[in-house]
């Protein structure tokens, strides 16, 4: 008889909840079965069963062997239909969702803490003007101003021909030109507000396990917190600032071009108009911004609240304040002719000082946390969020320039913007400018990549004479050894990444800096403001614009080839969705159009499953989570009331935890909170490798980790591996003996239940 039986006779029936990692996984390959069936759940998500599993609670003498396995499938939750494959343009507002949670712990420095936040959210609240403003530029400026406004460039273009001046149609004037441009951005954040909307009642407002009154215990992980999964409130208030920020903007755009007239013409009635619009205008961004800097929500219980007074006049009111600028813009004004280029450098160069600037308050707000809370494996000693927020930004950036640049391109034609035409003068040279950037950022990483693959190839061939030490007894092979070796050295790239980030953190600062002072000193794109230089520096610039042009446009076509390839393929969306399964785990506690956190329904699924059946059968459970299922295992046991967490046994697999969520995500998942997780829990194991680039010890020291397992199983053939054993690295780690030792383990060491009343 096994160990477990007599705990499967004292406790019940025992049950094993796989959770699968990123990537997603079927039921079948999970379960090892053809034949399942769904017990609980919908097409989204769901835990699945063996069929001949339907009845083992009434049954559990067939299971004292083993428990019964359920797998949990929530891989449609990040890749499921096609229209999620658009979320890769929301791609910058997902990292900047991502920097709100790196900040570094320091639970009693409350202002600090709420400081940063807000610091982020501002962060985020610029990459919103940013899209619009992008928008913008390309619907009114680069085509309703410019291109409509002149011959020679709306020659050809029948969808831009009845705007053009030379028809005299009512379209004809530049007012009008662009209020109807309008549309277009004003759409955008329309879309955008909606999918928000749509994915906010799919996932925020899915219930967790706690009750509406339940209360956190002071001083307990944020993650036990009853409210921590459900952020309906602060999304629904941070999704209408937002939109009411992209309607602002767009108003923003036309009424300035209007009232830059208007001032001209000394028209007192328009002017006077222009000038209460513009004041409005302000009072409403003012709004907007404490909104946004505003406490959204309450962790510590179920926040019901809706403050439906924000969520409803705000977007309101500056969609009216947009409709007012339209029809003031619309306004007859005899002798208006669209000549040079719209505000838009100012306004490209504002937003991009005005990101620089908080960047560098957030990176001193960490400084602040971590010297209050020091903890050496933290990522980049606490200013992993603020290089991420930074790298938000310059993402947002290569996205606007590529836009901006590739429609100027397309809109005219074979000539070469402010050349061809003395209208068309193309977009802001601020844009081409952070583009010409971007060939010196890649010449500054070459040497960093070099040195990290220097290191890896040493640290390989230190490693390749005592490998054979972990295999005792087999023939040496030196190619053998070498790709093991070679194995162990590429995972260990991982634990070097914030360096590299850092790397790219500081340069990417450095670099936009110049460009922005460049562009408001010269206000010349690169080439032309190098005119006068030397003929060795006037080259370089010409170089520079040209590769930044080059590599801003195959960054745009990326992004949109693999949009449409992930839209038409499913592999493609699975793909694509393995980034969302990292970046998409957190809440949207910044921004309100990033893509929506799966999390907030998977870790309540979790719960519920755990919850109702350890307290419907009495049993005991054993949840196993592989790489990301790892972290929704966690998650959702620190979810779990303490009465049936003590029912609940951990085992986690390649997982991310500490390597990671710890080093990253510090105040969540660092030291303090796991191991005050591992005194909740009655037992918890942790398999690891050195060959795995994403898994690794959980709680070194304790005895909650056991590896590094062998990997591969055997160095050469033997009797029981007759071929030669695959490096495994990340997966299948139940082909490990110590998979299934460990699980039996588990369930040993749980309290037995008292018997279950029928």
Known sequence: MSRATPAADDGGPALELLVHGVGGATPQSMLDDPRTFRVTGDETAAVFRRTEDADAEDHPERYREKPVPEAYCWANLTSGNGARALWLLLLPFMV???????????????????????????????????????????????????????????????????????????????????????????ALTGLLWYLSNRTWSA?????????????????????????????????????????????????????????RHDRAAESAALDLLGWLLTAALLVGAAVVVGVVCGRGRSESRLDEQLDRTVITFLPAAALGLLALSMVYASWERPGWASRSTLPGDRTFGIIALAQGVLVVLLAAVALLLRRRAHDSRTALSGLGGPAVALLACALGGVMTGGVAQRVADWLDGSGTPGAAHDVFKGPPPLLTWQASVIPALLALLVPAVAYFALRTWRTARSEEPGLLADYPGEIPDAARSRRIATARAMASLTDRTPVFLGIVGVATLLLGALALAGSWATGEVPGRAADDAPGAVASAADTAQALGSWFTGLGFLLFVTWGRRAYKDASARRTIGILWDVGTFWPRAAHPFAPPCYAERAVPDLAWRMNTWTGRTGGRLVISGHSQGSVLAAAAVWQLPARTRRSVALLTYGSPLERLYGRWFPAYFGRPELTALHRELRCWRNLWRATDPIGGPVLPGTNVDRGPLLDPLAFGRTKRQPLPAPILAHSDYQADPAFAEERTALLDELAPALPHQR
């Open 203 to 259: 996932y925020e407002s899915q219930q967790p396990l706690g009750a509406a009154g339940d209360e956190d215990e002071p001083g307990a992980p944020a993650l036990s917190r009853p409210g921590f999964w459900y952020g309906r409130r602060l999304v629904a208030r941070l999704r209408a600032a937002h939109t009411a920020a992209g309607f602002l903007t767009v108003a923003a755009a036309v009424t300035g071009a209007a009232a």
């Open 96 to 186: 900047v969702n991502l920097a709100h949670w790196m900040r570094p712990p320091a639970r009693e420095s409350a202002r600090a803490v709420r400081l940063y936040g807000v610091l982020v959210r501002l962060v985020a609240l610029s990459l919103t003007v940013l899209l619009t403003a992008t928008a913008c530029e390309v619907a009114l400026d680069l085509a309703a101003w410019q291109c409509a406004g002149t011959a020679g460039c709306a020659e050809g273009k029948s969808w831009l021909g009845f705007l053009s001046p030379e028809r005299h149609g009512w379209w004809s004037p530049p007012g009008r030109r662009l209020a109807l441009a309008a549309l277009v951005p004003a």
